[in-house]
């Protein structure tokens, strides 16, 4: 149904070492970057992370937040501690979530900005 996501951040040099440290683990990159504008995915551009003059404030209440597909559980794994070391902050370990399915692996996580995101895989693997 989407073709891409854009968000807002203060300062693009910080979330570009975040994104491109969480994204490697799923096997996505920064396939586009020009001053201000870095675009994220795998075959084509689906996240746009743009630096904006009013990014919209963190709402842990507003139940936004992004959710990346994840080809393994370790690399499920590896997003949420790549979120950790690089400026982000813990929002749930990486684990099974029952209440969401039988396979539901998720690990979620604050990027530097506020905003939630989370990292999916709905295999046993």
Same mark, same amino acid.
């Given at each position: 149904?989407?073709?891409?996501?854009?968000?807002?951040?203060?300062?693009?040099?910080?979330?570009?070492?975040?994104?491109? &440290?969480?994204?490697? =683990?799923?096997?996505?990159?920064?396939?586009?970057?020009? #001053?201000?504008?870095? !675009?994220?995915?795998?075959?084509?551009?689906?996240?746009?992370?743009?630096?904006?003059?009013? =990014?919209? =404030?963190?709402?842990?209440?507003?139940?936004?937040?992004?959710?990346? #597909? &994840?080809?393994?559980?370790?690399?499920?794994? &590896?997003?949420?501690? #790549? #979120?950790?070391?690089?400026?982000?902050?813990?929002? !749930?370990?990486?684990?099974?979530?029952?209440?969401?399915?039988?396979?539901?692996?998720?690990?979620?996580?604050?990027? =530097?900005?506020?905003?939630?995101?989370? &990292?999916?895989?709905?295999?046993?693997?």
């Amino acid at each position: 149904m989407l073709d891409h996501v854009s968000i807002g951040v203060a300062n693009p040099s910080r979330s570009k070492t975040f994104y491109d &440290a969480i994204l490697a =683990p799923l096997g996505y990159s920064c396939l586009s970057e020009s #001053a201000g504008s870095l !675009g994220y995915g795998g075959d084509q551009v689906s996240l746009w992370i743009l630096e904006v003059e009013r =990014p919209v =404030p963190a709402d842990m209440a507003s139940g936004l937040h992004f959710c990346f #597909a &994840a080809p393994t559980r370790d690399s499920v794994r &590896a997003f949420h501690a #790549a #979120a950790l070391a690089n400026g982000g902050s813990d929002n !749930g370990k990486a684990g099974l979530r029952a209440d969401y399915g039988d396979s539901y692996f998720a690990a979620f996580a604050i990027d =530097p900005d506020g905003y939630r995101i989370e &990292a999916y895989c709905g295999s046993g693997s």
